[in-house]
């Protein structure tokens, strides 16, 4: 009786701090969501379609969005064809150097506060990023705000196309994990063992996808880099924790990039409403010095 009594206490308290975090993460986004409905006004004409109809043209959106971000590389040009090969370029050099930095990052997890540690690993899972994203679109639907609206379906198109991507890509490399005990050259297509599911870093995707669009509705620069900031940690924390080399977090993050700006130019026809008046360029740039790597972003 005793060890069963504990049990379910144990079992209650888990089930108390999961539900803490699902309200903490549901209040959050309906902070994000009123944060961003301040930016922009209430187009005219959503109050003349009810919110059905505009669920419904919201839902076939999501779909044509994600098809779309699939067939863009078929209408890539130079300049587009040059970005992923600099991209690639990029994650070459840091395969070079991915049991140096894994080494070197791993070791400084025991200085990382545990919030942060906590924060990394359990907010860049897809259920953590669902919910954000619901809150942002639902705030959106029934206030009838196009923005709000606009910048849930970008969130949860791109997640949802960069995240069956990655299962995908996962499966097909077969990398060998850190935490596997197998070198940074373990490859093993098809493998079914979360072990060699390594490249890219499925975390990294889906937390700074989340931070990339959401950061497209603000100007200030420093808020941008704020929040790529937040968004960078979930992708950081799983070297932290061996679960990823540096390359399978970088690569996942310009997967995140180049999905969101895909989907993003698709809703441009399909909504009135735009981010931002002035369009500002962002160019990342990889820098490999003597005992030093380092990504510049330039807004």
């Given at each position: 009786m005793i060890i069963n009594f504990s049990k379910k206490k144990i079992h209650g308290l888990a089930y108390r701090c999961s539900y803490n975090k699902v309200f903490f993460l549901t209040l959050f986004s309906i902070f994000i969501s009123f944060t961003i409905y301040g930016q922009g006004k209430i187009m005219v004409d959503q109050d003349q379609q009810t919110i059905w109809n505009l669920f419904k043209y919201d839902v076939g959106n999501v779909f044509k969005s994600v098809g779309y971000s699939y067939t863009r590389p078929l209408h890539w040009k130079g300049e587009q064809w040059e970005t992923f090969g600099f991209t690639a370029a990029g994650t070459g050099l840091l395969y070079l150097f991915d049991e140096e930095s894994s080494e070197f990052l791993r070791n400084q997890q025991?200085?990382?506060?545990?919030?942060?540690?906590?924060?990394?690993?359990?907010f860049g899972s897809p259920e953590y990023n669902y919910m954000l994203t619901g809150g942002v679109y639902l705030t959106g639907l029934f206030?009838?705000?196009?923005?709000l609206r606009r910048t849930g379906i970008l969130l949860f198109a791109s997640a949802s196309s960069a995240g069956l991507l990655q299962q995908f890509t996962k499966s097909l490399v077969g990398r060998?994990?850190?935490?596997?005990?197998?070198?940074?050259?373990?490859?093993?297509?098809?493998?079914?063992?979360?072990?060699?599911?390594?490249f890219p870093s499925g975390h990294a995707i889906l937390a700074f996808t989340n931070a990339y669009a959401i950061a497209k509705q603000f100007k200030n620069p420093w808020v941008k880099a704020g929040i790529y900031t937040v968004g960078l940690i979930p992708g950081i924390s799983r070297t932290w924790d061996g679960q990823h080399w540096l390359s399978d977090v970088a690569f996942g993050i310009a997967i995140s990039i180049f999905t969101v700006e895909s989907i993003d130019r698709y809703l441009d026809r399909r909504y009135t409403k735009k981010y931002n008046e002035q369009v500002k360029k962002l160019s990342w740039n990889l820098n490999i010095l003597p005992n030093q790597i380092g990504v510049t972003a330039r807004f």
């Amino acid at each position: 009786m005793i060890i069963n009594f504990s049990k379910k206490k144990i079992h209650g308290l888990a089930y108390r701090c999961s539900y803490n975090k699902v309200f903490f993460l549901t209040l959050f986004s309906i902070f994000i969501s009123f944060t961003i409905y301040g930016q922009g006004k209430i187009m005219v004409d959503q109050d003349q379609q009810t919110i059905w109809n505009l669920f419904k043209y919201d839902v076939g959106n999501v779909f044509k969005s994600v098809g779309y971000s699939y067939t863009r590389p078929l209408h890539w040009k130079g300049e587009q064809w040059e970005t992923f090969g600099f991209t690639a370029a990029g994650t070459g050099l840091l395969y070079l150097f991915d049991e140096e930095s894994s080494e070197f990052l791993r070791n400084q997890q025991k200085v990382i506060p545990q919030f942060i540690r906590s924060y990394g690993s359990e907010f860049g899972s897809p259920e953590y990023n669902y919910m954000l994203t619901g809150g942002v679109y639902l705030t959106g639907l029934f206030t009838k705000n196009e923005k709000l609206r606009r910048t849930g379906i970008l969130l949860f198109a791109s997640a949802s196309s960069a995240g069956l991507l990655q299962q995908f890509t996962k499966s097909l490399v077969g990398r060998a994990r850190p935490i596997s005990g197998k070198g940074k050259d373990t490859f093993d297509p098809f493998n079914s063992s979360r072990n060699y599911h390594s490249f890219p870093s499925g975390h990294a995707i889906l937390a700074f996808t989340n931070a990339y669009a959401i950061a497209k509705q603000f100007k200030n620069p420093w808020v941008k880099a704020g929040i790529y900031t937040v968004g960078l940690i979930p992708g950081i924390s799983r070297t932290w924790d061996g679960q990823h080399w540096l390359s399978d977090v970088a690569f996942g993050i310009a997967i995140s990039i180049f999905t969101v700006e895909s989907i993003d130019r698709y809703l441009d026809r399909r909504y009135t409403k735009k981010y931002n008046e002035q369009v500002k360029k962002l160019s990342w740039n990889l820098n490999i010095l003597p005992n030093q790597i380092g990504v510049t972003a330039r807004f």
